[in-house]
């Protein structure tokens, strides 16, 4: 079972920026696909970002060019870099996983970001 604790969101102005970690623990982070997803509220999660086993990546064209995800092998933890933020930006963010073998989804709590503008 894998576990997922989001932190580093916050309350930030418009065009500033914030970094938001994932760690993962209970499982082989080499076998997630790890992705950061967000949702508004009465909407539903869309996806922001995601990135394989092998450092590939993707994002919603919504926050290309402005966020950027990493994941750390060694400290088993996922990071979204959010720069230029928006109002618009402003949502719960939720880490998740899926095990490429199991096809397994976990999700994390979540962590509020709001960006003022």
């Known amino acids: 079972q894998v576990q997922l604790e989001e932190s580093g969101g916050g309350l930030v102005q418009a065009g500033g920026s914030l970094r938001l970690s994932c760690r993962a623990s209970?499982?082989?982070?080499?076998?997630?696909?790890m992705a950061w997803y967000r949702q508004a509220p009465g909407k539903q999660p869309e996806l922001v970002a995601r990135?394989?086993?092998?450092?590939?990546?993707d994002y919603a064209e919504s926050v290309a060019g402005r966020f950027t995800i990493s994941r750390d092998h060694a400290k088993n933890t996922v990071y979204l870099q959010m720069n230029s933020l928006k109002p618009e930006d402003t949502a719960v963010f939720l880490c998740?996983?899926?095990?490429?073998?199991?096809?397994?989804?976990?999700w994390g709590q979540g962590t509020q970001v709001t960006v003022s503008s």
């Open positions: 998740n996983a899926i095990n490429v073998r199991s096809l397994a989804q976990y």
């Open positions: 209970g499982g082989l982070f080499g076998l997630l696909i």
């Open positions: 990135v394989n086993a092998g450092g590939g990546t």
